[in-house]
């Protein structure tokens, strides 16, 4: 049997017996058929960067038919800033690639993604989704390489505190129940993000766990595998959807914030990429990062400042962007360092055969792990537009290649110390720093936009939104005008608790 078949937890994939992107409509009108759906909701992402739904019940097959083949319209002012309200009219179109079963949904109901669409039939040129597809066609024209991703979706359980097995505090990374109180409440929703597509690598808790006012806040992620950077965008969509919605039906509250109080872990969105070329990753070459890796990281060292407009869009973001909290503030990268903006994960490029080391009746394993080499942006948080975010990344690392000097840039910043450390100040000083404030990011992306509008890649007209957005918050002096207030701080959390 195929492999990608083989075991798959999507329930449309094994039920139909191919592969999700080879769905067509009469595959989803057979699953519906079939199975007894009685609804189907179409979902799609807006300018807050969550999921809208819209709910069809099937009232017969030519309607469904219909549905499938002509979406629907919606109120496009309603869900994005930069559409005037005189031309709102937009059409949503279901990718038939994404159909699960919804998880909640008492009725049994087939879930689908959507495309947005203009009034001419044309994909809407500011949506996030086509602009994340407009990145990864641009990346793929000017390399002649795939550009893939995969997320690290951190989050914090807020619930009553039990006092029972009370955790260390900070000290909660991989921690095992009953000292971890949500590990149950994880794999449910990792379950469910599988059987929706979602193609998880692993889940554990992090390291933030303390206690404010008798709720315990316990940190945990979610990671994914690479894979197409479009589908990773979709991915990380639908499993925030599920995330949110099942801590709904237990009773606890969810947060992707990026910084909830201080001196404590905030919840980043570190993006890992690799580019791949006929089915072979090309981020090694002989055991070592390959100057294709290099010019890719040189793209986002010249881009750092802007793509935080993209990755960090509300004023707490840049309370977590500090020294000593295991988040960059710098723009340099380096190998399995976690102070630096780009890290290069250990990639197994150790010739010993691990597998058989460690259980010595196997034979030798002969495994390519060249294919899980990455390299991962740390800078981003739970605030971001992730198709946004993800597009930007695709950006950046085009750019690199566009760079003359792209390998130079790569050497100058390439750093294989804790920049943080006093012995290293030195270093730390020579290096650019991340903006400090929406306001400092909006100007970087003022500065740069050119080259995130070339290919055509980001419309004039959404770069305008997001430094419009950013300037709006007047954050300029924020991190330092409260400084040491706990009360203000928290009152800014909690205004922005339930971004993205």
């Known amino acids: 049997m195929d492999k990608e078949l083989a075991l798959n937890p999507n329930r449309v994939v094994a039920y139909l017996g191919k592969p999700a992107k080879e769905f067509t409509k009469a595959d989803i009108i057979r699953f519906i058929s079939e199975n007894e759906i009685r609804m189907v909701n179409f979902m799609y992402p807006a300018g807050d960067g969550r999921l809208k739904t819209l709910n069809f019940v099937i009232n017969n097959l030519a309607y469904l038919d219909a549905i499938l083949t002509c979406g629907e319209r919606v109120d496009g002012s309603s869900l994005f800033p930069f559409i005037e309200a005189g031309s709102s009219d937009l059409y949503v179109l279901p990718r038939f690639s994404t159909a699960f079963l919804d998880p909640f949904a008492e009725i049994p109901t087939l879930s689908m993604l959507c495309s947005y669409f203009n009034k001419d039939g044309e994909p809407l040129e500011s949506s996030p989704e086509n602009t994340l597809h407009k990145a990864c066609k641009a990346f793929n ?26 955790a260390t505090d900070q000290k909660g990374y991989h921690e095992s129940a009953p000292y971890a109180k949500f590990n149950e409440f994880r794999t449910q929703c990792m379950a469910y993000i599988a059987q929706a597509g979602g193609q998880i690598k692993y889940g554990h808790s992090e390291v933030g766990n303390f206690t404010i006012d008798g709720m315990i806040y316990e940190q945990n992620e979610i990671e994914f595998l690479p894979v197409n950077a479009k589908d990773a965008a979709d991915q990380l969509m639908v499993a925030k959807w599920i995330i949110r919605n099942l801590a709904y039906q237990l009773g606890y509250d969810i947060t992707f914030a990026p910084k909830i109080t201080v001196g404590k872990a905030g919840s980043g969105l570190h ?11 090309q981020m090694l070459d002989g055991g070592v990062l390959s100057a294709t890796a290099r010019k890719a990281i040189a793209g986002m060292m010249e881009l750092a400042p802007s ?13 977590r962007l500090v020294p000593h909290q295991e988040a960059p503030t710098n723009i340099c990268w380096g190998d399995r360092n976690r102070s630096v903006l780009v890290r290069v994960p250990l990639g197994w490029a150790a010739k010993a055969d691990m597998c058989q080391i460690a259980n010595p009746l196997e034979g030798p ?3 390519d792990t060249t294919q899980k080499q990455t390299v991962e942006m740390r800078s981003p948080d739970g605030s971001a537009d992730i198709y946004q975010l993800i597009a930007g990344l695709a950006v950046a690392c ?9 390998l130079e840039i790569a050497e100058k910043t390439y750093v294989n110390v804790n920049i943080h450390k006093a012995e290293n100040a030195d270093k730390l000083n020579s290096l650019a720093q991340l903006p400090d404030s929406c306001a400092a990011s909006a100007d970087c992306l003022e500065r740069q936009r050119a080259i995130f509008e070339k290919h055509n890649v980001f419309s004039p007209a959404m770069i305008n939104g997001i430094i419009n957005k950013l300037r709006s918050y007047d954050d300029k002096t924020l991190r330092r005008d409260i400084e040491g207030n706990q009360d203000e701080m928290l009152k800014i959390v909690r205004r922005f608790f339930h971004c993205g």
């Open 398 to 406: 085009r750019h690199g290649f566009e760079l003359e000097n792209a």
């Open 307 to 319: 793509i935080t407009a993209f990755g960090n869009t509300n004023p707490t973001s840049y309370f």
């Open 141 to 166: 024209e000017v390399t002649g390489m795939e550009f893939q991703a995969m997320g690290e979706l951190e989050y914090y359980v807020i619930a009553p505190d039990d006092e029972m097995f009370p």
């Open 271 to 281: 993006v890992h990429m690799r580019i791949v070329k006929d089915g072979q990753n």
């Open 365 to 367: 394993s002969n495994y």
